[in-house]
């Protein structure tokens, strides 16, 4: 069964600080992962998406990695604003085109003025 | 745009007063999602459509069900809500096929049990 852990749950970081939010799956045998944002009582709002095959992607200050072998991922966040405060979750896809998505908990960043 | 919508965005419910959540998509994708988000956890997948194929989880509850009568809408029947059910419900669509999969969310509806 597919786990997805992100540590720590919460973080607290000054206002252009460049930061790395981590995620680590259990099972290696993914289709894709995806990085959301999700502000306070709202949905998720899709990031960054990654497939298997690739090693990263970029969007704007953005940056998800992909180490699958090693059942890790980043988002690197550029030069951190306080509009960047939310919760940050991460998902994997299961083997499959329409496998289902297993989220971690997400990580609750709070960017300081 | 193309976009996930949900409605009602807010819904206040008695404890076993049924309760019908609404989802729509413009995006014409083949698949669509219905996810349960409780407070500071994960979502966590319900069911899911493949088209007119429904796809429930072994854990899912009997007590919700859903509907998908055409490729554009998507319900989700809560037969008799909990205080246990209180959550934000979450719909999301992705095409199901092709190189990405990428899941596209609507914006969620709060269910509060009374």
């Known amino acids: 069964k597919q786990e997805v852990t992100q540590i720590p749950a919460a973080l607290s970081v000054p206002e252009g600080e460049n930061l790395v939010l981590n995620c680590s799956f259990t099972?290696?045998?993914?289709?894709?992962l995806q990085w959301f944002r999700q502000d306070p009582g709202k949905g998720l709002t899709s990031l960054l998406l990654?497939?298997?095959?690739?090693r990263e992607q970029t969007s704007g200050r953005l940056n998800a990695s992909l180490d699958k072998s090693s059942g890790r991922s980043t988002l690197y966040i550029a030069a951190s604003q306080p509009g960047d405060s939310a919760t940050y979750l991460c998902?994997?896809?299961?083997?499959?085109?329409?496998?289902?998505?297993?989220f971690g908990k997400g990580i609750t960043l709070s960017v300081r003025p | 745009d193309a976009m996930v919508i949900q409605n009602p965005r807010y819904q206040v419910t008695q404890f076993g007063k049924p309760v019908t959540l609404s989802c729509s998509q413009t995006?014409?994708?083949?698949?669509m999602y219905w996810y349960q988000q409780k407070s500071s956890q994960a979502p966590k997948l319900l069911f899911h459509?493949?088209?007119?194929?429904?796809?429930n989880e072994a854990d899912t509850p009997d007590n919700f069900q859903s509907r998908r009568p055409n490729t554009s809408f998507c319900f989700l029947d809560i037969r008799s809500p909990g205080l246990g059910d209180a959550a934000m419900y979450l719909c999301?669509?992705?095409?199901?096929?092709?190189?990405?999969?990428?899941?596209?969310f609507g914006p969620g509806t709060r269910l509060t049990v009374l």
């Open positions: 998902a994997v896809s299961g083997a499959g085109a329409n496998s289902k998505l297993t």
């Open positions: 459509y493949y088209d007119k194929d429904f796809n």
């Open positions: 999301a669509t992705g095409e199901g096929s092709g190189t990405y999969n990428e899941q596209f």
């Open positions: 099972d290696s045998a993914i289709y894709n």
């Open positions: 990654i497939q298997s095959s690739q």
């Open positions: 995006l014409n994708h083949n698949v």
